[in-house]
């Protein structure tokens, strides 16, 4: 490795007691963008307001040239052109994405990246060919255990100069159930730039790093996929010299579209006396929904709310909602997922190296103001 | 005023010496975005990308039952649905757009507020109605001067509860050269929510604080507009106590494309040895550009850079370029606008205590790696 390299892209770290938001941090959040919660309130989210987070820079791509290859432990290899794949018969899914790190800047000690209050997750239908389609065509394994991703992104994240890869095992890019999708259209539309056009793997109910963006190859192997993005980072971590967990499927949350309206600074929301109805979305990438409460006295007490049935979108968030008479003064409204699993969110803040995997309860400031 | 909005909704202020990016400014920024610097590629950003500031709540707004009204001292007051402003005769402009406050996060003492650095700006196609055509219709004056235009979005800010409001001369807004438009299409496409869906205005050469979104209505008036975001909000001051100047027309400013591939974190360039191509967009919204300089040592020294003609599309950005070959070590690369009138771009640090019309010239860091 060039030395300059090193001498820039330095180790991940944790912020000091007390240390705000550096300019890198800014940088990061200046270019990457969360979805305003008010957004919320859109069973899918219009185009532009989606989240985005990308590692390195935005590909300058054109469909034309673009091929995606399908190699390594197959019988029959394919290059395919964007055209060749949008002349496939498509499965559309609508998917519920959160970005791993959600919420990592309200950690304490904050680990040092993109800081994500809890704005990181969308839905949106993707339009595309199932993935395992293509492993079939291409007569993956047997005997093969892994299927490795590689985006056209290029980039440096400590120290490493490399491509965005991640990997699945076989299994789960074989499984019917898993739905996973070699996506070409975003909301009836060729994906937009920051989504990966011309082509992304989409994983539902996984955290977004699985998802590839400007997906390039798919690469079947017998050996477990070691490079940077798994074996690095999205790890659960204490300590830095630790092996870790890998992150993967999405832990239940749930979201409040912000009651009325906003201080621009503080973003503390304002109502008036009398009858709301608190109303937001959850999600569990793990199981399906059981249950959301929702407390409207930060969490001393909790009520069920009315859970939207599931449809036929078993990957997408499902809405709920609670009446709720507000009186003058101030309130902390939350809101808490459990999903079939028993998975619940945690009132208490949990915390891992990377920032990973954050489901902490939302707490929304709320002051009613004088019947006026 | 209900006392409770005074406690939550603050005066503005400064950061303390090396206070960090605080929560406040962070939700902030991960609710609005810039538009990512390598999609300067793009003569027209695409969907998505173009950067967002809302004050307050993007309003969920349906066209159905929206109404554009015109009113005030006019002869025939306007009340019109959005298919009526759609079966108009349409104009489209290539409009450079900027936010007021880009660069605020770079002065010291940093104003707190929406904390950009250097990337809010873009480049749309808007489609719509020449404002001065509903002007006229409405049969405007004689003997007002100014027009107040009121968007849907409603929140508080420093105390003030508002819909968001801005006014421009009577005489701007009926003068044919200025271009002024009420547009319903963004890029081919109905607005996106976070764009004023389904009207806005668009004020050529103006920052983006000119062109309100979510629009739904037009007073003509004899007297100025003194509210929040016209005598308040939006005004270059040194000190709080000032009636301070208004902002109005985009300062020159050049960007440039970065080079090369990022470092995650510090966002860093790193580029290989040899030939390479500097470029990048400039624009200004006072005059025509005249020129753009680059330096490649930090502002020790500049050259002219090849600029692209001017165009039929006057209102926005202008692509230039510069052969640089590049040589193994650290390099501040750096680009200067200057436009017809003379006005360029400062290479020390102006300040004001709003942070409005900032135009530093950009410094990008590049590493040049060894060959290999």
């Known amino acids: ?54 590692h390195y820079d935005i590909p300058y791509a054109t469909a034309e040239g673009w091929r995606l290859t399908v190699r390594g432990r197959v019988r029959r290899p394919l290059s395919l052109t964007v055209g060749e794949l949008r002349e496939r018969p498509a499965t559309t899914l609508r998917v519920t994405m959160e970005c791993a790190g959600n919420g990592r800047a309200r950690l304490e000690p904050r680990p040092v990246s993109q800081p994500w209050l809890v704005e990181a997750v969308s839905t949106a239908e993707w339009t595309g060919v199932p993935l395992r389609l293509l492993l079939e065509e291409a007569g993956a394994g047997p005997g093969s255990a892994h299927v490795v991703f590689t985006g056209a992104d290029h980039g440096v994240e400590r120290g490493v100069e490399q491509d965005y890869r991640r990997s699945l095992p076989l299994a789960t890019a074989l499984d019917p159930a898993a739905d996973v999708l070699v996506a070409h259209t975003m909301n009836g539309a060729p994906l937009p730039p920051q989504h990966g056009f011309p082509l992304r793997l989409v994983v539902p109910g996984w955290y977004g790093m699985a998802s590839v963006k400007w997906l390039r190859d798919v690469q079947v192997q017998d050996s477990p996929f070691t490079g940077f993005q798994q074996a690095e980072a999205y790890r659960f971590r204490q300590d830095p010299g630790e092996e870790g967990e890998p992150v993967t499927v999405m832990a239940p949350r749930a979201l409040l579209v912000p009651p009325g309206f906003p201080d621009f600074m503080s973003r503390t929301r304002f109502v008036r006396p009398g009858p709301q109805r608190i109303e937001g979305r959850a999600w569990s990438g793990a199981a399906a929904l059981a249950a959301v409460e929702v407390s409207t006295d930060d969490g001393r007490s909790w009520r069920p709310a009315e859970l939207e049935p599931g449809g036929p979108h078993r990957w997408a968030w499902r809405g709920w909602s609670l009446p709720w008479t507000a009186g003058p003064g101030r309130h902390v409204l939350t809101a808490r997922a459990t999903d079939e699993q028993g998975w619940t969110q945690p009132v208490l803040q949990p915390w891992n190296r990377g920032g990973f995997g954050n489901n902490l309860v939302q707490r929304v400031d709320v002051v009613c103001l004088e019947a006026g």
């Open 1 to 54: 490795m060039d030395a300059r390299i090193g001498e820039v892209s330095t180790p991940a770290r944790l912020a000091a007691p007390a240390e705000g938001i550096g300019r890198e941090e800014l940088a990061l959040a200046a270019r990457n963008h969360g979805m305003p919660l008010e957004a919320l309130r859109h069973e899918v989210t219009p185009p532009g307001l989606h989240y985005v987070l990308v």
